[in-house]
């Protein structure tokens, strides 16, 4: 389940995206999923031309799971970034759901650079819940006695 989603809205999505450049070691990401499900980028492949360098790097942890690391270095206007997000998998995750996990850790390490890029002005951050994982103190099933 994707827990939140950013989209540029109207004319403004148009305008100028954030231009990334992906370098993988031991992980998978396909360039047109992350196209797909993340509108406000541009993937490069020079990256000089980039306004951020995503490494990313996956290794087995124990149990068959494995622990990936983003690591974001701002570029050009956002040079003053950094940053670095980690998420184990789950032993049995699907290589789709460890796909959409990275993307989902991609978007988060992204959300901070919004207020800087050009199309900026209208945008939305939806935040959803996942229901597997957080308890609703409104419903009496929910509550702990």
């Known amino acids: 389940m994707n827990l939140f989603s950013v989209r540029g809205l109207g004319k403004w999505e148009r305008l100028k995206k954030i231009k990334v450049i992906k370098e993988r070691k031991g992980s998978a990401c396909d360039d047109m999923y992350m196209k797909s499900e993340i509108r406000i980028v541009d993937v490069l492949r020079e990256r000089n031309d980039a306004d951020v360098h995503i490494l ?83 419903r009496e099933a929910d509550r702990n006695y």
Do not use: C, W
């Open 56 to 138: 990313i790097s996956s290794r087995a942890t124990v149990g068959d799971a494995e622990q990936y690391k983003l690591i974001f270095y701002g570029q050009k206007k956002y040079a003053a970034y950094k940053d670095t997000l980690t998420f184990v998998t789950k032993q049995d995750d699907t290589q789709a759901e460890k796909r959409e996990q990275l993307v989902h850790y991609i978007k988060a390490g992204l959300i901070p650079l919004l207020n800087k890029a050009v199309f900026a002005g209208p945008f939305s951050v939806e935040m959803k819940k996942n229901k597997t994982t957080l308890a609703d103190p409104t």
